[in-house]
């Protein structure tokens, strides 16, 4: 019985990363075997253990053979005649396929380390093909790693799995799993790019790729990246959470004409439509995308109207999710019309106009029609007002 580590920690080691999960792999040992040494058995669908003391995860060495389409379709063999080297054979790229003994000697068959210095991304074998998810996961490690490329012969080997239909096998769970994995990376734009290179995104999310398509020849002509992809850049610049890096992606289209603002919310609801994702995602985007002609014309609003705006965004009762609302736009406004340095930034207005807003003591003005209750709701709204219309001609919260 041997032990190997493997995987992502032996990778991140060898670039000089932090390692946040080690992963093992047992060569010569049966489930009976490690249930004897106090491991404790978690895999469903191939033995993966826990060790007693540490609970790092240690799974036997196994081959795994294709069954059916999409990222499902395996069978697995674990036993203790599989070897290190046929373990590491079924790992999608060179550099996962690296092995680290007790020792600390380097079991690397495939030229891992290679890839490594040359910061080059190559599967491992055609195996690759058989699993779509390693598609995306190639796409996520790019937005991590940013110096490292897409080896072309590996490319190719994307373009024809999505030709194929493999991609289109994905569950929108799955998707959404990596997909919001990589926007919390240092530059998630090159985990789009990845997946436009190979044709994957227009599968996955065609909305998406059609605006970063028609963005593309302009800003190709300019020397930059499309707006949508320095947008979401910027946000992961900033270190905004989750909500706020995916609600930047659905102010990736031009607004369009409707007055009701129903048409700038189309990307943000055909992305949170096919990717399912979760409510506090799908609220901040399609509030974004729905006031986002409103936040840019936030000097010119009255005070009446920026109150009108906090009410419609629930702004009193969840004001955190407002300035995530504002975090959003701030993004978008930052990146397609760049204000001059005189000029009175709509964030600003916006962000003052609820600080002032907050300033209003509901309960006291309920107080003051205690009498007349149904008066209450239009008093406080008043009070809010007047507060904006303060901070608006003085250009300060009061």
Not at 30 to 47: I, N
Not at 218 to 246: E, K, N, Q
Request: net charge neutral.
């Amino acid at each position: 019985m041997q032990i190997y580590t493997v995987g992502g920690a032996v990778r991140d080691g060898l670039l000089g990363l932090p390692v946040q999960d080690r992963d093992h792999v047992v060569v010569g040992a049966t489930p009976e075997r490690m249930a004897a040494l106090g491991y404790k058995p978690v895999g469903k669908d191939f033995p993966v253990f826990l060790h007693p003391e540490t609970h790092e995860e240690y799974a036997l060495a196994r081959t795994e053979r294709k069954t059916g389409a999409g990222y499902r379709g395996f069978a697995f063999h674990a036993d203790a005649d599989v070897t290190l080297e046929q373990d590491l054979a079924r790992r999608d790229l060179t550099i996962n396929a690296i092995a680290r003994a007790a020792d600390g000697s380097l079991i690397d068959p495939f030229g891992g380390r290679a890839d490594l210095q040359a910061r080059v991304f190559r599967h491992v074998s055609d195996a690759f093909a058989e699993d779509p998810v390693r598609i995306l996961r190639i796409a996520r490690f790019a937005a991590r790693f940013t110096e490292f490329t897409v080896a072309p012969e590996t490319n190719a080997l994307m373009c024809a799995m999505v030709q194929a239909g493999e991609v289109d096998a994905l569950v929108d769970e799955r998707v959404w799993q990596e997909l919001s994995r990589g926007l919390m990376e240092r530059q998630p734009s090159r985990m789009f790019q990845v997946l436009r290179d190979c044709g994957a995104l227009a599968r996955i999310l065609p909305e998406l790729d059609a605006v970063w398509a028609a963005d593309s020849g302009a800003a190709h002509a300019a020397g930059m990246s499309t707006v949508v992809a320095r947008m979401v850049d910027l946000a992961a610049c900033s270190a905004y959470p989750l909500p706020i890096r995916f609600a930047v992606l659905g102010l990736g289209d031009e607004p369009g004409d409707a007055s009701d603002g129903a048409a700038d919310t189309a990307l943000a609801e055909a992305l949170c439509r096919r990717l399912r994702v979760p409510n506090e995602c799908r609220d901040l985007a399609l509030m974004s995308a729905r006031e986002r002609r409103c936040a840019g014309d936030a000097a010119a609003l009255t005070a009446e109207a920026l109150v009108g705006l906090l009410t419609r965004c629930d702004a009193f009762r969840k004001p955190q999710r407002f300035l995530d609302m504002l975090n959003v736009q701030e993004c978008a406004q930052r990146i397609r019309r760049p204000a001059p340095q005189s000029a009175r930034k709509p964030i600003d207005v916006l962000r003052g106009a609820l600080a002032a807003a907050q300033t209003v003591r509901a309960g006291e003005v309920a107080a003051l029609y205690s009498a007349t209750p149904e008066r209450i709701p239009e008093a406080i709204h008043a009070a809010r007002v007047g507060a904006v219309a303060g901070f608006r001609d003085k250009g300060a919260v009061p």
